[in-house]
């Protein structure tokens, strides 16, 4: 055996790696081999060497960091964790597109400016066209709105057109129970203490008529804003919701640019519903006023003849053919006291939709 | 110098079975029982303390993820060493790749800078009997250790540095054992070579 084979050997050799036969052989080898003797020693002294490198020690916090890591994964394995994140980006993503369509951009942007212009002190700007007197006391026209609105949203409409006013205090379509409405008058006195003090009413009033204003916000069931106000609650599930708000845009005054897309769309609105009649009827014992006036519509041949009954009024509605519409007005006038027929447009639909207030004669 | 005979059962097995559950208390004990050896034998190949480091975490967690696949046929340390080899193999190819972008650079020319020569950056005070000599004998080896090939490199770290068996040895790295004997004997041949160019009389 040459040194070639004993030298391929040694490095096995110095760990005890051999076999018996291979280890004996070496060993022989070397007994005569200066020169592998000297590999050997090279080897050993190389190994050393190697094993003389100093250990390192780890970093004191190394573990720690390891198992923060590893209880995060066993917590939440990379497998699960990586299909949850995408289901909750796309749900996310899902809800922002719904949120965005439920509240029209249109819708909060008038929102926010609402308060702001009925917080302005343009106030008895605009004559009431159907309940008020020529130039009505600012005294005066308080109290006719304590009788007729009970809801604080009525408090807007002193800028605007009488009707409207009456109109919102009327939950027309009649699904308004008692109960609702007794709660309504209440908040209606509340506001109204605040109101009699000249300029504060602004603040108070803010809130409701945005609300009562905006429709996407009424058709939004999920608007948190409704159930701030008990009226809103109260008021009859949207049957048309636009087409009430779409008057009192109507008459407002043209300074609301902002909101043009939402008034374009309520103007919309009001051109496809029926044209709309509010009186006031000032009776003495009102139930008795309240057949008589069903008789007399009953007559006209008026549809869908609806009576809601509040603590000391009652509201009439019902759909008329325009024609019989001067005939009714003068019956109802035998039956009472009369306001809010003498500004009554000519009428170009051919159906009505006459809403009549029943109040006791002060 | 005679092979270490360790016991055979393996002193891991308790803790490991416990970990199949998913409980991560007793990975702790194997993570501070395992972790001094593994990142020696990490640094040692790759030469950087923090990329060492790196590189350890990373297999520990992976260990983790996959000790339901520990199926016992090795010791559990075998098995745990040669997860954080083959991360070291890739964590090297990384940074040669690395190295080789940073040269290109020329915003930001770092001339001479050589990571694998950077020595015991994490060793505190050096004992007071080590001598300059000694040091610089040792600098001079772990040099020597960084030229060789991976497949050397990881051979030597692995039987003279930590002394494990060629039995070993051969499951960490997945050969036979009379690869691992031939492959440790050119290993060390080239290692001398290297060490007898460097110190000129070795």
């Not at chain 2, 640094?43 to 992976?62: H, L, N, P, T």
Request: charged share 30%; net charge positive; hydrophobic share 40%.
């Amino acid at each position: 055996m040459d040194c070639r084979d004993i030298k391929e050997l040694l490095s096995a050799y110095l760990d005890g790696a051999l076999s018996f036969e291979e280890k004996a052989r070496v060993e022989e080898h070397l007994k005569t081999c200066k020169e592998c003797s000297s590999n050997l020693a090279a080897l050993k002294e190389a190994v050393s060497q190697i094993k003389g490198l100093k250990e390192v020690e780890p970093p004191p916090l190394l573990a720690r960091r390891i198992m923060k890591t590893i209880k995060k994964e066993a917590r939440y394995p990379l497998r699960i964790r990586i299909p949850l994140q995408a289901a909750a980006m796309i749900a996310i993503a899902f809800t922002s597109i719904y949120l965005y369509k439920s509240f029209q951009p249109a819708a909060m942007k008038e929102a926010k400016e609402l308060p702001k212009e009925y917080a302005a002190p343009q106030a008895p700007s605009q004559p009431p066209t159907v309940v008020g007197k020529a130039g009505p006391t600012p005294e005066k026209e308080e109290a006719v709105a304590l009788r007729n609105a009970p809801a604080p949203a009525k408090q807007e409409a002193k800028t605007e057109d009488k009707r409207i006013l009456f109109f919102r205090a009327a939950p027309a379509r009649g699904k308004a129970a008692a109960p609702p409405a007794a709660k309504e008058e209440r908040m209606a006195d509340a506001a109204l203490k605040k109101e009699a003090r000249p300029m504060a009413p602004a603040q108070p009033s803010a809130n409701a008529p945005l609300i009562a204003e905006t429709p996407a916000m009424q058709a939004a069931p999920a608007a948190p804003a409704q159930a701030e106000t008990p009226v809103m609650a109260a008021a009859p599930p949207a049957a048309a919701p636009a087409a009430e708000v779409a008057l009192v845009e109507e008459k407002a005054p043209p300074a609301k640019k902002a909101s043009a897309g939402a008034m374009r769309m309520k103007v919309e609105s009001i051109e496809k519903g029926p044209m709309e009649v509010r009186l006031t009827l000032y009776v003495k014992d009102i139930d008795a006023a309240a057949k008589n006036v069903e008789d007399v519509l009953n007559q006209a041949g008026a549809a869908e003849i609806k009576t809601d009954s509040f603590k000391d009024r009652k509201i009439q509605s019902a759909f008329l053919s325009s024609q019989y519409l001067s005939r009714v007005i003068e019956k109802l006038k035998s039956i009472g006291e009369l306001k809010g027929a003498e500004a009554i447009p000519a009428q170009e639909k051919p159906s009505v939709r006459i809403i009549i207030g029943l109040e006791k004669k002060s | 110098m005679i092979v270490e005979q360790r016991p055979v059962p393996d002193e891991d097995a308790g803790l490991v079975s416990l970990c199949k559950g998913g409980a991560t208390g007793p990975f702790e004990t194997l993570v501070k029982r395992h972790q001094k050896k593994m990142l020696n034998i990490v640094y040692r190949m790759i030469g950087d303390y923090e990329e060492a480091c790196d590189v350890v975490q990373e297999a520990f967690v992976s260990a983790f993820k996959g000790i339901n696949g520990f199926e016992g046929k090795s010791r559990f340390s075998t098995w745990l060493y040669s997860i954080a080899i083959n991360q070291a193999r890739n964590r090297l190819k990384q940074m040669k790749a690395r190295r080789q972008f940073e040269a290109r650079s020329i915003d930001n020319p770092v001339p001479g800078r050589d990571r694998l020569i950077r020595l015991e950056p994490a060793s505190g005070d050096p004992p007071a009997a080590e001598t300059i000599e000694r040091k610089e004998i040792q600098s001079k080896v772990q040099e020597c250790i960084n030229t060789l090939e991976h497949g050397y490199r990881e051979i030597l770290v692995l039987r003279d540095m930590q002394g494990f068996s060629y039995d070993e040895i051969g499951s960490m790295l997945g050969l036979p054992e009379g690869t691992v004997r031939s492959r440790l004997f050119r290993a060390r041949e080239a290692f001398m070579k290297k060490m007898k160019s460097h110190l000129g009389d070795l």
